[in-house]
């Protein structure tokens, strides 16, 4: 079994890493890749990364990387991959607001600058459940269906134990969601305060 998830977090990490690569490629293109062209690069880096390669290396590429980033959450993993969906949009600013605002209370709490550890409520609080299906229906309220169904396969993930983490924090935040999220807001903000100075500038008397 422990050799069947760590199978597992291989593929998911050569997609991921596969995924990544391929946005990056996309980035600097200046036309859309085709669906088509997206699946063979896929299919293609993940297959690099999934097996051993020799040059020296024992494990495959995707073992080095998982032993310097850890696994990555679930939320992360698919916002990564349906974000080369067509017609994939955006995760809405108040989303990445609140995984901000989630990120700034809970990593300083949990390393233990405070009384109250909130990452033990991921093992199993009711309570905790409950706030994570409440957020799941706020995004169904905000008609953001992706958000519904990502925090839903979290929820699953976590109660089948698809992870060597049996914290459901684990599944739904991790530190590159949090600095994405955070540089997000970041650079929203500072969209909004430049065009609103231009826009002073432009309308200015005289």
Known sequence: MNHLMQSLALVELSITCAVVITLLLQKTSPQEFPI??????ILLLSNLFFWPLGLGMELPLAAYVRGVIGDLSVVTMLLLWTSLLP?????????????AC??????PLALGFGMVDPYVWGYGSILFLIAVL?????????NWSKG???IALAILAWAAHWHES????????DPFLAIWALSSVFGALYRRRRDKARSGYLFRPG
């Open 166 to 173: 049996a914290n459901l924090w684990d599944y739904l935040l």
């Open 102 to 107: 989630i990120a700034i209370i809970f990593y």
């Open 36 to 41: 088509i062209a997206k699946v063979f690069l």
């Open 134 to 142: 409440l957020v799941a229906v706020v995004c169904g309220l905000g």
């Open 148 to 150: 519904v169904w990502m």
């Open 87 to 99: 017609g994939s949009r955006p995760a809405p600013l108040a989303f990445k607001l609140a995984i």
